[in-house]
């Protein structure tokens, strides 16, 4: 069993901030990768940011430069920081990790149950 949960979403005016925030907990051995992915109505789901556990991260070209994320390793935990909300990145945000189970050795996926944000004009 594995657990994922999100806070932090919420409605913000355009210009402001929120933070995300991801923990996961369960029968977790190791984790490789965690993400921040968003779905705004009627589009597919897109990444956002990812960052392994080495720290390397990855953003969308949309969100370079506003968004950030970081992670902490002990706590299992992943957080995105977004700074100048637009209109646009109103969305559900979906938190996802890579991860190994004990006594397993492949590399599973899973999703948070995704929190809105919604950014007004």
């Known amino acids: 069993q594995v657990q994922l949960v999100e806070s932090g979403g919420g409605l913000v005016q355009a210009g402001g901030s929120l933070r995300l925030s991801c923990a996961a907990s369960?029968?977790?051995?190791?984790?490789?990768?965690m993400g921040w992915y968003r779905q705004a109505p009627g589009k597919q789901r897109e990444l956002v940011a990812a960052i392994t556990s080495g720290g390397s991260t990855n953003y969308a070209d949309s969100v370079k430069g506003r968004f950030t994320i970081s992670r902490d390793n002990a706590k299992n935990t992943v957080y995105l920081q977004m700074n100048s909300l637009k209109p646009e990145d109103t969305a559900v945000y979906y938190c996802?990790?890579?991860?190994?189970?004990?006594?397993?050795?492949?590399?599973?996926?899973?999703w948070g149950q995704g929190t809105q944000v919604t950014v007004s004009s």
């Open positions: 369960g029968s977790i051995f190791s984790i490789k990768a």
């Open positions: 996802s990790i890579r991860f190994q189970m004990w006594s397993r050795p492949e590399w599973l996926d899973y």
